[in-house]
Nanobody, 124 residues
Framework: QVQLVESGGGDAQPGGSLRLSCAAS????????MGWFRQAPGKEREFVAA????????YYVDSVKGRFIISRDNAKNTVYLQMNSLKPEDTAVYHC?????????????????WGQGTQVTVSS
């Protein structure tokens, strides 16, 4: 079992930045591919970014490439999402998730553990 708790959400202006954190506890954190997903009102939960257990491989949805950076610190059992050049369309609840076993990094159905989410609102 892995427990995930997100923090760092809030309000930002277009062009601004936020840094999300996801603290993990429970089973061996470094064994999991970690991902960030987001869900806007009335929309499906969508993949944002993922990172391999070592941190050597990262994956992004096209809409955030060049603006968001995912990273992890296995010593702190934490994964981060640095969000820059924010746009109103980035407004959503952001969830971190842990993917164990067979994992397709952009497929939410292959992620086993989920956090409750943190709200990000981008508006002027």
């Amino acid at each position: 079992q892995v427990q995930l708790v997100e923090s760092g959400g809030g309000d930002a202006q277009p062009g601004g930045s936020l840094r999300l954190s996801c603290a993990a506890s429970g089973r061996t954190f470094e064994a999991y591919i970690m991902g960030w997903f987001r869900q806007a009102p009335g929309k499906e939960r969508e993949f944002v970014a993922a990172i391999s257990w070592s941190g050597s491989s990262t994956y992004y949805v096209d809409s955030v490439k060049g603006r968001f950076i995912i990273s992890r610190d296995n010593a702190k059992n934490t994964v981060y999402l640095q969000m820059n050049s924010l746009k109103p369309e980035d407004t959503a609840v952001y969830h971190c998730a842990a993917c164990g076993g067979t994992c397709r990094v952009n497929d939410r159905y292959t992620y086993r553990y989920w956090g409750q989410g943190t709200q990000v609102t981008v508006s002027s």
